[in-house]
Protein backbone atom coordinates (compact mmCIF):
# COMPACT_ATOMS: atom_id res chain seq x y z
CA UNK A 1 0.00 0.00 0.00
CA UNK A 2 3.05 2.41 0.85
CA UNK A 3 4.68 1.91 -2.95
CA UNK A 4 1.22 3.00 -3.98
CA UNK A 5 0.53 5.81 -1.59
CA UNK A 6 4.16 7.31 -2.94
CA UNK A 7 3.63 7.02 -6.65
CA UNK A 8 0.53 8.68 -6.51
CA UNK A 9 1.99 11.47 -4.03
CA UNK A 10 5.43 11.42 -6.10
CA UNK A 11 2.72 11.84 -9.30
CA UNK A 12 0.98 14.97 -7.68
CA UNK A 13 3.72 16.99 -7.49
CA UNK A 14 5.62 15.69 -10.85
CA UNK A 15 5.90 18.70 -13.65
CA UNK A 16 6.01 15.62 -16.29
CA UNK A 17 6.61 16.94 -20.41
CA UNK A 18 3.88 17.42 -22.34
CA UNK A 19 6.35 16.52 -25.42
CA UNK A 20 7.44 13.23 -24.20
CA UNK A 21 4.32 11.93 -23.79
CA UNK A 22 3.10 13.00 -27.80
CA UNK A 23 6.41 11.85 -29.13
CA UNK A 24 6.30 8.35 -27.04
CA UNK A 25 5.93 5.45 -29.78
CA UNK A 26 3.19 2.95 -29.75
CA UNK A 27 4.19 -0.95 -29.45
CA UNK A 28 3.12 -1.97 -33.05
CA UNK A 29 3.82 -5.62 -32.34
CA UNK A 30 0.79 -5.88 -30.34
CA UNK A 31 -1.50 -8.45 -32.61
CA UNK A 32 -4.25 -8.99 -30.13
CA UNK A 33 -7.63 -8.56 -32.19
CA UNK A 34 -9.91 -7.25 -29.75
CA UNK A 35 -12.76 -6.57 -32.25
CA UNK A 36 -14.44 -10.19 -31.55
CA UNK A 37 -14.53 -8.60 -27.76
CA UNK A 38 -15.68 -5.25 -28.93
CA UNK A 39 -19.29 -4.94 -26.95
CA UNK A 40 -21.17 -1.76 -27.48
CA UNK A 41 -23.62 -2.60 -24.83
CA UNK A 42 -20.77 -3.38 -22.35
CA UNK A 43 -19.60 0.33 -22.75
CA UNK A 44 -22.83 1.67 -22.05
CA UNK A 45 -23.97 -0.55 -18.70
CA UNK A 46 -20.08 0.07 -17.21
CA UNK A 47 -19.96 3.39 -18.32
CA UNK A 48 -20.72 5.43 -14.77
CA UNK A 49 -19.35 2.74 -12.41
CA UNK A 50 -15.96 3.41 -14.18
CA UNK A 51 -15.73 6.76 -13.47
CA UNK A 52 -16.61 6.28 -9.78
CA UNK A 53 -13.54 3.78 -9.60
CA UNK A 54 -11.44 6.39 -11.19
CA UNK A 55 -12.45 9.23 -9.46
CA UNK A 56 -11.96 7.51 -6.34
CA UNK A 57 -8.13 8.74 -6.09
CA UNK A 58 -8.50 11.87 -5.09
CA UNK A 59 -6.24 13.65 -7.24
CA UNK A 60 -8.50 12.27 -10.13
CA UNK A 61 -11.44 13.07 -8.62
CA UNK A 62 -10.70 17.11 -7.57
CA UNK A 63 -9.47 16.89 -11.36
CA UNK A 64 -12.75 15.95 -12.69
CA UNK A 65 -14.74 18.35 -10.38
CA UNK A 66 -12.65 21.33 -10.53
CA UNK A 67 -11.80 21.03 -14.71
CA UNK A 68 -12.28 24.69 -16.09
CA UNK A 69 -12.66 22.66 -18.92
CA UNK A 70 -16.88 22.95 -20.00
CA UNK A 71 -16.51 21.73 -23.17
CA UNK A 72 -15.46 18.17 -21.74
CA UNK A 73 -17.79 18.41 -18.48
CA UNK A 74 -20.54 15.48 -18.62
CA UNK A 75 -22.82 17.64 -16.56
CA UNK A 76 -22.77 20.01 -18.75
CA UNK A 77 -22.47 18.36 -22.21
CA UNK A 78 -23.47 14.73 -21.70
CA UNK A 79 -23.21 13.66 -25.59
CA UNK A 80 -19.59 15.40 -25.95
CA UNK A 81 -18.47 13.35 -23.13
CA UNK A 82 -19.56 10.07 -24.18
CA UNK A 83 -18.52 10.81 -27.70
CA UNK A 84 -14.59 11.62 -26.60
CA UNK A 85 -14.92 8.86 -23.81
CA UNK A 86 -16.06 6.46 -26.24
CA UNK A 87 -13.87 7.52 -28.98
CA UNK A 88 -11.02 7.16 -26.76
CA UNK A 89 -11.68 3.40 -26.12
CA UNK A 90 -12.26 2.55 -29.36
CA UNK A 91 -9.23 4.24 -30.86
CA UNK A 92 -7.30 2.45 -28.20
CA UNK A 93 -8.70 -1.32 -28.51
CA UNK A 94 -9.70 -0.72 -31.93
CA UNK A 95 -7.33 1.85 -33.84
CA UNK A 96 -4.14 1.80 -35.85
CA UNK A 97 -0.78 3.52 -33.76
CA UNK A 98 -0.81 6.22 -35.87
CA UNK A 99 -4.87 7.01 -34.56
CA UNK A 100 -3.61 6.31 -31.22
CA UNK A 101 -0.89 8.85 -31.07
CA UNK A 102 -3.07 11.38 -32.71
CA UNK A 103 -5.91 11.08 -30.06
CA UNK A 104 -3.34 10.68 -27.05
CA UNK A 105 -1.93 14.22 -28.64
CA UNK A 106 -5.79 15.96 -28.93
CA UNK A 107 -6.32 14.57 -25.28
CA UNK A 108 -2.73 16.65 -24.40
CA UNK A 109 -4.30 19.50 -25.46
CA UNK A 110 -6.90 19.49 -22.94
CA UNK A 111 -5.04 18.01 -20.24
CA UNK A 112 -2.67 21.01 -20.42
CA UNK A 113 -5.39 23.03 -18.62
CA UNK A 114 -6.46 20.43 -16.07
CA UNK A 115 -4.18 20.77 -12.79
CA UNK A 116 -4.33 21.74 -9.19
CA UNK A 117 -5.15 25.92 -7.82
CA UNK A 118 -4.51 27.27 -5.26
CA UNK A 119 -7.53 26.42 -3.02
CA UNK A 120 -7.76 22.90 -4.10
CA UNK A 121 -7.37 20.30 -0.91
CA UNK A 122 -5.00 18.24 -3.36
CA UNK A 123 -2.66 18.45 -5.99
CA UNK A 124 -3.30 16.82 -9.38
CA UNK A 125 -1.48 17.43 -12.96
CA UNK A 126 -3.33 15.55 -15.98
CA UNK A 127 -0.04 14.84 -17.06
CA UNK A 128 0.78 12.61 -13.85
CA UNK A 129 1.63 8.93 -15.59
CA UNK A 130 0.86 7.38 -12.34
CA UNK A 131 -2.41 8.74 -12.26
CA UNK A 132 -3.47 7.73 -15.68
CA UNK A 133 -2.16 4.35 -14.74
CA UNK A 134 -4.95 3.78 -12.41
CA UNK A 135 -7.78 5.27 -14.89
CA UNK A 136 -6.23 2.43 -17.49
CA UNK A 137 -6.98 -0.20 -14.95
CA UNK A 138 -9.74 0.82 -13.58
CA UNK A 139 -10.89 0.39 -17.67
CA UNK A 140 -8.93 -2.89 -18.04
CA UNK A 141 -11.00 -4.27 -14.83
CA UNK A 142 -14.33 -3.20 -15.80
CA UNK A 143 -13.59 -3.74 -19.26
CA UNK A 144 -12.69 -7.57 -17.89
CA UNK A 145 -14.99 -7.57 -15.32
CA UNK A 146 -18.24 -7.33 -17.83
CA UNK A 147 -16.51 -9.61 -20.51
CA UNK A 148 -16.69 -12.54 -17.78
CA UNK A 149 -20.42 -11.47 -16.43
CA UNK A 150 -22.00 -11.54 -19.46
CA UNK A 151 -20.07 -14.05 -21.27
CA UNK A 152 -18.64 -16.52 -18.84
CA UNK A 153 -15.14 -16.52 -17.76
CA UNK A 154 -11.73 -16.17 -20.46
CA UNK A 155 -9.16 -19.05 -20.32
CA UNK A 156 -5.71 -17.90 -19.14
CA UNK A 157 -4.10 -17.44 -22.74
CA UNK A 158 -6.74 -15.04 -23.37
CA UNK A 159 -7.07 -13.61 -20.40
CA UNK A 160 -3.01 -13.19 -20.78
CA UNK A 161 -3.11 -11.77 -24.68
CA UNK A 162 -6.29 -9.21 -23.33
CA UNK A 163 -3.97 -7.87 -20.38
CA UNK A 164 -0.95 -7.21 -22.49
CA UNK A 165 -2.83 -5.55 -25.42
CA UNK A 166 -4.79 -3.19 -22.37
CA UNK A 167 -1.61 -1.71 -22.01
CA UNK A 168 -2.71 0.31 -25.31
CA UNK A 169 -5.07 1.64 -22.76
CA UNK A 170 -2.76 3.79 -20.71
CA UNK A 171 -0.77 4.33 -23.20
CA UNK A 172 -3.31 6.66 -25.36
CA UNK A 173 -3.06 8.57 -22.62
CA UNK A 174 0.27 9.65 -20.84
CA UNK A 175 1.09 6.30 -19.59
CA UNK A 176 4.52 5.06 -20.83
CA UNK A 177 3.86 1.25 -21.82
CA UNK A 178 6.52 0.21 -19.16
CA UNK A 179 4.36 1.49 -15.95
CA UNK A 180 1.98 -1.37 -16.74
CA UNK A 181 1.98 -4.00 -14.60
CA UNK A 182 3.81 -7.10 -15.66
CA UNK A 183 1.63 -9.74 -15.89
CA UNK A 184 -2.11 -10.18 -14.21
CA UNK A 185 -0.80 -11.19 -10.86
CA UNK A 186 0.98 -7.80 -10.55
CA UNK A 187 -2.07 -6.02 -11.94
CA UNK A 188 -4.33 -7.99 -8.88
CA UNK A 189 -1.36 -6.53 -6.36
CA UNK A 190 -1.65 -3.21 -7.59
CA UNK A 191 -5.70 -2.79 -8.04
CA UNK A 192 -5.51 -3.89 -3.99
CA UNK A 193 -3.21 -1.55 -2.95
CA UNK A 194 -5.81 0.93 -5.06
CA UNK A 195 -8.54 0.34 -3.68
CA UNK A 196 -7.30 0.09 -0.13
CA UNK A 197 -6.00 3.91 -0.76
CA UNK A 198 -9.66 4.98 -2.29
CA UNK A 199 -11.24 7.75 -1.00
CA UNK A 200 -14.63 9.60 -1.72
CA UNK A 201 -15.24 12.19 0.33
CA UNK A 202 -18.50 14.52 0.29
CA UNK A 203 -17.53 16.76 -2.56
CA UNK A 204 -16.41 13.57 -4.83
CA UNK A 205 -19.72 11.69 -3.74
CA UNK A 206 -21.87 14.91 -4.59
CA UNK A 207 -20.51 14.76 -8.40
CA UNK A 208 -20.77 11.06 -8.71
CA UNK A 209 -24.47 10.99 -7.10
CA UNK A 210 -25.30 13.77 -10.05
CA UNK A 211 -24.17 11.08 -12.54
CA UNK A 212 -25.73 8.10 -11.18
CA UNK A 213 -29.02 9.79 -10.49
CA UNK A 214 -28.72 10.91 -14.62
CA UNK A 215 -29.05 14.70 -12.86
CA UNK A 216 -27.71 15.69 -16.49
CA UNK A 217 -30.06 14.68 -18.98
CA UNK A 218 -32.99 15.48 -19.24
CA UNK A 219 -35.81 15.32 -16.67
CA UNK A 220 -38.10 12.45 -18.21
CA UNK A 221 -34.90 10.07 -18.88
CA UNK A 222 -34.28 10.98 -14.87
CA UNK A 223 -37.30 9.72 -13.65
CA UNK A 224 -37.74 6.89 -16.02
CA UNK A 225 -34.25 5.52 -15.51
CA UNK A 226 -32.36 6.92 -12.85
CA UNK A 227 -33.19 4.07 -10.35
CA UNK A 228 -32.38 1.16 -12.84
CA UNK A 229 -29.03 2.50 -13.52
CA UNK A 230 -28.58 3.11 -10.12
CA UNK A 231 -28.79 -0.52 -9.39
CA UNK A 232 -26.67 -1.25 -12.40
CA UNK A 233 -23.70 0.83 -11.14
CA UNK A 234 -24.22 -0.14 -7.46
CA UNK A 235 -23.27 -3.57 -9.02
CA UNK A 236 -20.63 -2.95 -11.41
CA UNK A 237 -18.48 -1.61 -8.40
CA UNK A 238 -16.25 -3.22 -6.57
CA UNK A 239 -17.36 -3.55 -3.12
CA UNK A 240 -15.33 -1.15 -1.20
CA UNK A 241 -16.54 1.61 -3.20
CA UNK A 242 -20.17 0.72 -2.99
CA UNK A 243 -19.86 1.01 0.42
CA UNK A 244 -17.83 4.40 0.42
CA UNK A 245 -20.45 5.49 -1.89
CA UNK A 246 -22.99 4.32 0.36
CA UNK A 247 -25.06 2.36 -2.47
CA UNK A 248 -27.04 -0.49 -0.70
CA UNK A 249 -26.47 -4.12 -2.34
CA UNK A 250 -27.73 -7.37 -1.14
CA UNK A 251 -27.56 -11.13 -2.43
CA UNK A 252 -30.54 -10.83 -4.09
CA UNK A 253 -29.33 -7.30 -5.93
CA UNK A 254 -26.34 -9.99 -7.14
CA UNK A 255 -28.72 -12.51 -8.09
CA UNK A 256 -30.78 -10.22 -10.33
CA UNK A 257 -27.97 -8.00 -11.58
CA UNK A 258 -26.22 -11.82 -12.88
CA UNK A 259 -29.36 -12.73 -14.79
CA UNK A 260 -29.96 -8.91 -16.40
CA UNK A 261 -26.25 -9.23 -17.36
CA UNK A 262 -26.22 -13.19 -18.42
CA UNK A 263 -29.10 -12.50 -20.72
CA UNK A 264 -27.67 -9.45 -21.96
CA UNK A 265 -24.87 -11.91 -22.79
CA UNK A 266 -27.24 -13.74 -24.91
CA UNK A 267 -29.00 -10.83 -26.52
CA UNK A 268 -25.10 -9.69 -28.02
CA UNK A 269 -23.42 -13.12 -28.72
CA UNK A 270 -26.61 -13.39 -31.35
CA UNK A 271 -26.29 -10.25 -33.07
CA UNK A 272 -24.37 -9.43 -36.39
CA UNK A 273 -20.80 -7.85 -35.18
CA UNK A 274 -21.45 -4.38 -36.46
CA UNK A 275 -24.49 -4.57 -34.21
CA UNK A 276 -22.68 -5.92 -31.27
CA UNK A 277 -19.72 -3.03 -31.66
CA UNK A 278 -22.07 -0.42 -31.65
CA UNK A 279 -21.44 2.50 -30.76
CA UNK A 280 -17.26 1.71 -30.41
CA UNK A 281 -17.48 1.18 -34.36
CA UNK A 282 -19.50 4.03 -35.26
CA UNK A 283 -16.84 6.52 -33.16
CA UNK A 284 -13.78 4.94 -34.61
CA UNK A 285 -14.75 5.66 -38.10
CA UNK A 286 -15.80 9.06 -36.95
CA UNK A 287 -12.68 9.46 -35.10
CA UNK A 288 -11.02 8.20 -38.56
CA UNK A 289 -12.74 10.63 -40.61
CA UNK A 290 -11.72 13.52 -38.55
CA UNK A 291 -8.03 13.14 -38.80
CA UNK A 292 -8.69 12.70 -42.41
CA UNK A 293 -10.86 16.08 -42.77
CA UNK A 294 -8.18 17.54 -39.84
CA UNK A 295 -11.33 17.95 -37.73
CA UNK A 296 -11.07 18.30 -34.03
CA UNK A 297 -11.16 15.01 -32.14
CA UNK A 298 -11.89 15.98 -28.64
Known amino acids: MSSFLGG ?4 AIAEPSVESFDNAPFDDRDTFD ?3 HADGVAV ?12 SQAPIGYGVAESTVDSGKAMLHPLKRLRTTVSYLSVAHLGTPAERASYRAAINSVHR ?3 SGPDSPVRYNAFDPELQRWVAAC ?9 ERMHGPMDDELADSMYRHSACLGATLQMPPEMWPADRAAFAQYWREGLATARIDPTIRAYLMDLVRLRNLPKPLQWAFADIHQFVVAGLLPRELRRKMGLEWSAAHERRLSMMLLLAG ?6 PRRLRQFP ?3 YLWDVKRRIRKRRPLV
Open 266 to 271: VVCRRL
Open 34 to 36: FAP
Open 113 to 115: QVR
Open 280 to 282: LNY
Open 44 to 55: MIGGVANVIMQL
Open 139 to 147: LYFGTVDLI
Open 8 to 11: LFMA
